[in-house]
């Protein structure tokens, strides 16, 4: 795979990310929490159980791998989830798209000291481009038409999304440390497992008093795009591209994140974007080019 390949991987990922976290919050309010990620889980499952099988040139799994295919599961599907899908259900899709721009700074932070990956100057500045629009996006107009939630609840809504983020960045990071030793496909299949198991207990009291019949028909295909997306599309990218590139590095593409996440919010959703918005969403741009155009290549060390 060229590196323009693996970019095109990482940054798709993040996009597709972006959506489903927008369209996670029409989802919300159909179908309670844990039953909606149950079943995201449940049928990511069912559309890559060829997956599971273990390829015949892979080594034997070590305890440290289980390990930690554990923890991306836990950290990155089992708790993201139920902290973006609770999150996005008491703020907006534009909001939780400016908190999870930080994704870049956690990523860098944690690469550096976790995966003692040196991070250039060149990402260090791609990572402040992505800060400056938070910054811009934070004092930006936010839709509002959106009285619905109190500010107690906004408040919470955005502390559990950033709770997304720091699981996000964690996932980020353990993932790199699994495309040393597993196919992407593999890490998708198994991570996606076990967030199927973690998640069982809870997804099942729920659906057992679960009247489905008033689920509408666009419900579920919402549905099967949340569930295809976040369980395959998403990760299988992700992964791939991280064979390639530095975690470190590869954080800068989130910024993918914050743009489609505002973009299903204003044009699906309704939400309003503003000028200062989009100028956020171009210098996260600018970061993107920075981390990615030719120039002197990016030296990771990982530990």
Known sequence: MTRLSAYLCLASSM??????????????????????????????????????????DE?????????????ESFIGNFLFTLCMLFGVSLTTAVSAGVIMAAIPAVIAILSWLLLGEKV???VWAA??????GIGLLAIADTNPTESSTTASQAWLGNLLVFGAVVCESVYAVIGKKLTGVLGPKRITALINLWGFVLMTP???????????????????????????????????LWMT???????????????????????VGVLVLGEQLSS???LAFVIALVGILLATLPGRRVDAVIA
């Open 127 to 132: 990572v402040g481009c992505a800060m400056l």
């Open 15 to 56: 996009a597709l990310v972006g959506s489903y976290v927008a369209l996670s919050k029409p989802l919300a309010t159909v179908l309670p929490v844990f039953l909606l990620a149950w079943l995201r889980f449940g049928i990511g499952g069912l559309a890559m159980l060829h997956w599971l099988k273990k390829p015949a």
């Open 120 to 122: 250039s100057r060149r």
């Open 202 to 236: 809870m997804g099942l009291f729920v659906a057992y008093t679960f009247d489905f019949a008033r689920v509408q028909l666009d419900s579920w295909l919402l549905l099967l795009f949340y569930a295809l997306a976040a369980s395959i599309w998403t990760v299988w």
């Open 241 to 263: 591209g991280l064979k390639r590139v530095p975690a470190s590095q590869s954080g800068i593409f989130t910024v993918m994140l914050p743009i489609s996440a505002a973009m």
């Open 59 to 71: 080594p034997p799994m070590s305890s440290q791998t289980k390990k930690l295919l554990f923890l």
């Open 276 to 278: 200062m918005q989009i």
